[in-house]
């Protein structure tokens, strides 16, 4: 069975830090541009990090502060995220990101649904 399994998520207060780990399954990441989206509350989900080989793409709304690496021999994605805000808090999800031909990134399907996503709260 080919998906996606995101974990590392918690409670933490503003300034703090947490990883999230996607552990994929069932397909080799290797050679897929690899990202995380977040969704907060009644708020649209929204793309947050890429990486395809050595490149990578953070929103600037993370940028400077949250970091996204992978390691394809053990098919694992991570997000390093330090300096955490308010703002931050949401349902943090793993997902292949496609390139559209008009520019924009969205998430693919090669990895299978959305998967249950990690919770992210920030507290104050």
């Known amino acids: 069975q080919v998906q996606l399994v995101e974990s590392g998520g918690g409670l933490v207060q503003a300034g703090g830090s947490l990883r999230l780990t996607c552990a994929a399954s069932?397909?080799?990441?290797?050679?897929?541009?690899m990202g995380w989206f977040r969704q907060a509350p009644e708020k649209q989900r929204e793309l947050v990090a890429f990486?395809?080989?050595?490149?990578?793409y953070h929103a600037d709304s993370v940028k400077g502060r949250f970091t996204i690496s992978r390691d394809d021999a053990k098919n694992t994605v991570f997000l390093q995220m330090n300096s955490l805000k308010l703002e931050d808090t949401g349902v943090y999800y793993c997902?292949?990101?496609?390139?559209?031909?008009?520019?924009?990134?969205?998430?693919?399907?090669?990895?299978?649904?959305w998967g249950q996503g990690t919770q992210v709260t920030v507290s104050s």
């Open positions: 990486i395809l080989a050595d490149t990578s």
């Open positions: 069932g397909r080799t990441i290797s050679g897929y541009r």
């Open positions: 997902a292949q990101v496609i390139r559209k031909s008009d520019g924009r990134y969205l998430a693919g399907s090669d990895f299978g649904p």
